[in-house]
């Protein structure tokens, strides 16, 4: 990759002889004569360092040192004085500056030296902060468990939009699919990793409330206004904001929520200045956000721009594949929790959890298997470790009739074997047996006594 060096001097032969060396050393090399316009450059052009005269007309190199900081930290810059004092280079250094030179130079050797050293520890510190974020990044999605196609799509699009620094997220997805867990791992994941996350569900708040929660309000600006309160979105500047159940949002306060993300700036209640931020807006729903726009409870200028980066958490029935896998290393870190030695499951436990729909899908998972590892002193967890309504709903699933077809079956075998699985799936009760199976109560009363099925009244 290029690297690009500006120099701002206004003596020109400094300026000559400085680029011609440096450009040798394969650096591309700008030369400008005046602060302002050196600053006009750097707001159009990635730079990696500048060398900068301190005396310079009209803005001095100090001033144009603190332009430079703001537009861009990262940016080295070695400043250069023509006084033998060290005050001078003192100040610029608590500017911000990398180093100093001074003038005249004997050689370029010197010039070279510091502008390769600085260089070389910016590359160096580059390189650790991506490092960093990658290994915490990976350390956050790989705390969301699964290995099917479609959290494997989920991670990956965590992945992206990690990177991404200000675009906000909507996260869709049903109760218990790990909405918050991906929020976080967007936020962690982050250059913001380090600044805050505040969260706030949308919900749980009375409506009047929630607007100042938000953005705040000045002192007096109703009733119970007595100090002037910071709202969430100031709260979280810098870091990233999660609006959970989003959906709830009254219609009133949706054109409020547009303009942060627009303009990235609002009002306190009361206020009459806007104050800016840079917050990320992490949304979640577990509403279908396009029907709350046809009913109208949504607004459609919104839903579009929070739609920019969408995350869809898939249903846990939908991750067949995951569903014992998940199971497992829960186990594991409930093994831990409770310091247990539980191995995993037995076939019929296995079973009973993949024929569940789960509709509380990853918590439901996640306090079934907390149960069973409480409740389990043997090395595998059974069927009796889970909660009975689990085991009955399993039983309900359709079975495939064919699997039990043999072709040494008489249509008797057949029948009672039939009877005895209907039965099962209603837990025993002979009315709606009778009803299922299309024949009636004394029919079915018959037919058990003919099998030799115990005929227990219900
Ligand atoms: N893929 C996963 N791997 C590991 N744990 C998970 C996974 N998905 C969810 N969980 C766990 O399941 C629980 C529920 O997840 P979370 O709170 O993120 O769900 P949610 O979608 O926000 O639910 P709700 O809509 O009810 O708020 C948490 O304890 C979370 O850690
Ligand atoms: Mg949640």
Known sequence: MEINILIVDDEEDIGFALQHGLSKDGYHVTTILSGEEGVEYIKNNLIDLVLLDIRLPEKDGFQVLQEIKEIDPDILVVMMTAFPNIEPAIRAMKLGAYDYLTKPFQNLSEVRLIVNKALETQRLRREVIRFKRQLSLENIVSEIFGNSKKIVKTKEMIRIVSGVPRTSVLIQGESGTGKELVANAVHYGSKRAQNPLVKINCSAIPD??????????????FTDAKIMKKGLFELAHTGSIFLDEISSLKLSLQPKLLRVLETQSFRRIGGINDINVDVRIIAATNQNLENCVKDGTFRTDLFYRLKV?????????????????????????????FNKDIWGLTEEAERTLLHYPWPGNVRELKNVIERAVILCNEELIDVDHLPRELYLAS???????????????SLSDMEKRHILFVLEAHENNKSQTARVLGISRSTLREKLRQYGIDDETD
Request: hydrophobic share 40%; proline share 3%.
């Open 309 to 337: 980066m969408v995350i869809n958490l898939p249903l846990l029935r939908e991750r067949d594949d995951d569903i014992i896998l998940l199971a497992k290393m829960f186990i594991d870190q409930n093994n831990r929790e």
């Open 395 to 409: 039983r309900k699933a359709p079975v495939k009739i064919g699997q039990q077809l043999t072709s040494d079956m």
């Open 208 to 221: 009047n409330l929630l607007e100042s929660e938000l953005f705040g309000h000045e002192r007096g600006a």
